[in-house]
């Protein structure tokens, strides 16, 4: 069974806890207990294939940075967290990003942007256009979602797990370019570094000099 690794991140208080335990366990937990790191896994069946979500639900906290990079390093996908009705918790994801890609040491990496709290319509301080120019910038998803009324919580992580999937197919389908190419450029310099005539190497033999010839 194919595993993983997902992380959530964003600020605190975004309901990075709320949405994992609601696809975890789901139901829906109102208090806020600021977590430092707890882990979760569940079966799930996504496209029709048994998969093994394992997800790490982090702190938001600034004191918490160089824990987080421990995470980032192992982690496949990243659930990018703000609250809608928070616009400080939207501009905190440009760093949450660009510390990833810093740590991962790549130029793109499977994300996903999460606009949390959508119930909370009349609190809202984040427009869905906002949001989706983020998740753009980043050349990511986006979905607003409700961890208290379970909306589009299965599939931000869905999502998540097919953008990782396509990275992996990508990935693959270079690895097998490059194996090609390699076993290409090499059965080119064996069939080309050979004479038919004497089996020494072509730019090893010398022009053969063709008889004049004699005039009497």
């Known amino acids: 069974m194919k595993e993983y690794k997902l992380v959530v991140v964003g600020g605190g208080g975004v309901g990075k806890s709320a949405l994992t335990i609601q696809l975890i366990q789901s139901h829906f937990v109102d208090e806020y207990d600021p977590t430092i790191e707890d882990s979760y896994r569940k079966q799930c069946t996504i496209d029709k294939e048994q998969v093994l979500l394992d997800v790490l639900d982090t702190a938001g906290q600034e004191e918490y940075s160089a824990m987080r990079e421990q995470y980032m390093r192992t982690g496949e ?48 301080q984040v427009s869905y256009e906002e949001g989706l120019s983020l998740a753009k910038s980043f050349n990511c998803q986006f979905l607003e979602t409700s961890a208290k009324q379970r909306i589009n919580v299965e599939e931000a992580f869905f999502d998540l797990v097919r953008s990782v999937r396509d990275q992996d197919a990508v990935v693959a389908d270079s690895d097998d370019k490059d194996a090609l190419n390699h076993t290409a450029s090499a059965a080119n310099t064996d069939s080309g570094a050979v004479s038919p005539t004497n089996g020494k190497s072509s730019a090893a033999v010398a022009p053969q000099l063709q008889p004049q010839a004699l005039i009497v």
């Open 77 to 124: 996908g990243f659930l990018l967290v703000y609250s809608i009705n928070s616009k400080n918790s939207l501009e905190e994801l440009q760093s949450f990003y660009e510390q990833i890609l810093r740590v991962k040491d790549a130029d793109s990496v499977p994300v996903l942007v999460v606009g949390n709290k959508c119930d909370l319509e009349i609190e809202r």
